[in-house]
């Protein structure tokens, strides 16, 4: 049982416009959710997080929403650049993130020039 | 570079052998996680200790793995009699469990093989 979930597996932006990606999560225990960006052949690298006493946090280019009667959460990039181009990652703890996380299966963001 | 490193990056073996990892996090982080990523699918958590103390296994860390940190700083994950399925991305990742929220931070993985 896919306890988060990214239902799309990709996405095509021009670059200069919003990318703006999903995810939904089914625990009502989560109550920290953070983004990871991942290269071919790398290691996630950390994005931006987000606890669940807020709705909102920004940092430059990106914002993550989150909509905790809706169990959902959404990264916006703007504006996307070509070096956005990764596959990005949703993951979500219940320990503030000091515990597991449970990643979404990823989803594939192009920017194109 | 003070990030999270992980040796080899990529081991390649045969069914049947045993194959050992290491993982060196960020020198200040207490905690310290396995993860392990498939095609198409995202990281899984496999175990993570905090200081030398295995917290937590996840099912998915059947008897043939095993992983340790002997004095709180690197750790190693074996997997001994290695099988096709365990061919994937080792993911080792590590945080410092502070007082509120914690970020895991990755290192770059150690792609195995196993013909």
């Known amino acids: 049982d896919q306890q988060v979930k990214q239902n799309s597996p990709s996405l095509s932006v021009q670059e200069g416009r919003i990318s703006i990606l999903n995810c939904d999560y089914t625990?009502?225990?989560?109550?920290?959710f953070l983004w990871y960006k991942k290269y071919p052949a790398e290691g996630p690298t950390f994005l931006i997080s987000?606890?669940?006493?807020?709705d909102k946090n920004e940092d430059g280019r990106f914002t993550v929403f989150l909509n905790k009667s809706a169990k959902h959460l959404s990264l916006h990039i703007v504006p996307s650049q070509p070096g956005d181009s990764a596959v990005y990652f949703c993951a979500a703890s219940d320990g503030g993130g000091s515990e597991k996380l449970v990643f979404g299966k990823g989803m594939k963001l192009t920017v194109n020039p | 570079d003070t990030g999270v490193s992980q040796n080899p990056r990529h081991k390649i073996t045969k069914r049947g052998q045993n194959v050992t990892f290491r993982c060196d996090p960020i020198s200040e982080h207490n905690r310290l996680y396995w993860y392990r990523q498939t095609l198409g699918q995202g990281p899984e958590f496999l175990t993570y200790f905090q200081n030398e103390a295995q917290l937590e296994k996840s099912r998915l860390l059947s008897d043939r793995f095993s992983a340790e940190r002997p004095k709180g700083s690197f750790s190693t994950l074996e997997i001994q009699r290695t099988e096709q399925g365990d061919s994937a991305m080792y993911l080792c990742?590590?945080?410092?469990?502070?007082?509120?929220?914690?970020?895991?931070?990755f290192g770059p993985g150690t792609r195995l093989t196993v013909l």
């Open positions: 990742a590590s945080s410092f469990r502070g007082r509120d929220t914690d970020t895991q931070y």
């Open positions: 987000i606890s669940s006493i807020k």
């Open positions: 625990n009502s225990m989560f109550d920290y």
